[in-house]
C-alpha cells in the first residue's frame, strides 16, 4: 500500500513557476513509477508526465515538452514536478499516481495509487 500526498500548488500570474511535490508513505517507493496528471473543471484527466523506478527515463507528452520536468528523489520517497512559463491552461488540480509497470506510462489505468490533488491556478 501506498499513500501519496502532493503540496506546492497555489496561484502564480502567467510565466511563472511551481515546483509540485508528491510524497509517499511505505518503504518500496523505488520500486515504483511515478506519474503526474492534471484534470482542469469539466474536463477530462490528462497525462502531465511519468519517471521510471530510478529515474533514468521520463515521459511527457509533446505539448509539455520543455516546459515540465519530472523528477524524484528516492531517498525522501518524493517525485517531483516542476513546471515553467505557465499558462492559463495550465490551471488544474494536479494529482501525482504511482505504478508497479512502466509499460503505457500515460494511461491513467496502469496507476494503482492515487493522492488527492493539488489545485494550481494560473492568473493572466
Known amino acids: 500500500q501506498v499513500q501519496l500526498v502532493e503540496s506546492g500548488g497555489g496561484l502564480v500570474q502567467a510565466g511563472g513557476s511551481l515546483r509540485l511535490s508528491c510524497a509517499a508513505s511505505g518503504r518500496t517507493f523505488s520500486s515504483y513509477a511515478m506519474g503526474w496528471f492534471r484534470q482542469a473543471p469539466g474536463k477530462e484527466r490528462e497525462f502531465v508526465a511519468a519517471?521510471?523506478?530510478?529515474?533514468?527515463?521520463?515521459y511527457f507528452p509533446d505539448s509539455l515538452k520543455g516546459r515540465f520536468t519530472i523528477s524524484r528523489d528516492n531517498a525522501k520517497n518524493t517525485v517531483y514536478l516542476q513546471m515553467n512559463s505557465l499558462k492559463r491552461e495550465d490551471t488544474a488540480v494536479y494529482y501525482c499516481?504511482?505504478?508497479?509497470?512502466?509499460?503505457?506510462?500515460?494511461?491513467?489505468?496502469?496507476?494503482?495509487?492515487w493522492g488527492q490533488g493539488t489545485q494550481v491556478t494560473v492568473s493572466s
Open positions: 519517471i521510471s523506478w530510478g529515474g533514468g527515463t521520463t
Open positions: 499516481a504511482a505504478a508497479n509497470r512502466y509499460q503505457n506510462p500515460s494511461n491513467a489505468l496502469q496507476y494503482d495509487y
